[in-house]
């Protein structure tokens, strides 16, 4: 069965820190597509990145980066130097590509909580 | 600009009322959905619809209903069969297009609480 488990429920940190928020799931699948989502106190979910099982190229953007290994079915967001702004639930989330039009699977979230 | 509408944003109701909550999109999307969320749960999926016309069951569909009469709407009619109806609810839709990814892109979200 499809699950996605974030294990770090909250995570407190003070700015210009860097934090990692770690992502594990596990599917049957072959093809899949992994996604992170942020969550901002206003409630709505906003795209971050989505990587396809078969590219475990990292990717940067910006002070965000993402590290997918699928030797260990991790998929790991890092926040470099990070801001106040950065306060938010973020979430992990799993599909599979053969399922075209079916839901996401999400994880329970991990809000971050940045001080300045 | 194109994007996902829900109305209101709050809504209270008094138990044993049916409520009806509207989600509308302009994306062009083929396939909508419709998430309940609660305090350390994540996001559990209610009702989804590939096609107008037609929809699935989620996770925790009971005491639920949905329509998809139009490309553009997905309304989520929650009812008095719901036993804890106090959550957040987001609709989300996506593309079909083919060697498409498949984000969803979200509604703004819906507070309902149920008195």
């Known amino acids: 069965a499809q699950k996605v488990t974030q294990a770090q429920t909250e995570i407190s940190v003070v700015e210009k820190e860097d934090v990692t928020l770690d992502c594990v799931y596990e599917?049957?699948?072959?093809?899949?597509?992994l996604f992170w989502y942020k969550q901002p106190p206003s409630g709505e979910l906003v795209f971050l990145i989505r990587?396809?099982?078969?590219?475990?190229q990292n990717e940067i953007s910006g002070r965000y980066s993402w590290n997918f290994q699928k030797s260990t079915s991790s998929f790991n967001f890092t926040i470099t130097a990070s801001q106040v702004v950065d306060s938010a639930v973020y979430f992990c989330?799993?599909?599979?590509?053969?399922?075209?039009?079916?839901?996401?699977?999400f994880g329970k979230g991990t809000t971050l909580s940045v001080s300045s | 600009d194109g994007g996902i509408t829900q109305s209101p944003k709050y809504l209270f109701r008094k138990e044993g009322q049916n409520v009806t909550l509207s989600c509308e999109q302009n994306?062009?999307?083929?396939?909508m959905y419709w998430y309940r969320q609660d305090p350390g749960q994540g996001l559990r999926l209610i009702y989804y619809?590939?096609?107008?016309?037609?929809?699935q069951k989620g996770d925790i569909a009971e005491g639920y209903s949905v329509s998809r009469e139009k490309k553009e709407s997905f309304p989520l009619t929650v009812t008095s069969a719901q036993k804890n109806p106090t959550a957040f609810y987001l609709c989300?839709?996506?593309?079909?297009?083919?060697?498409?990814?498949?984000?969803?892109?979200f509604g703004p979200g819906t507070r309902l609480t149920v008195t």
């Open positions: 989300a839709s996506s593309t079909r297009r083919a060697r498409s990814s498949y984000e969803q892109y």
């Open positions: 599917t049957r699948d072959t093809t899949y597509y």
């Open positions: 990587r396809n099982s078969f590219d475990e």
């Open positions: 989330a799993l599909s599979e590509r053969n399922q075209a039009g079916t839901a996401l699977i």
């Open positions: 994306l062009n999307h083929d396939a």
């Open positions: 619809s590939q096609i107008v016309n037609d929809f």
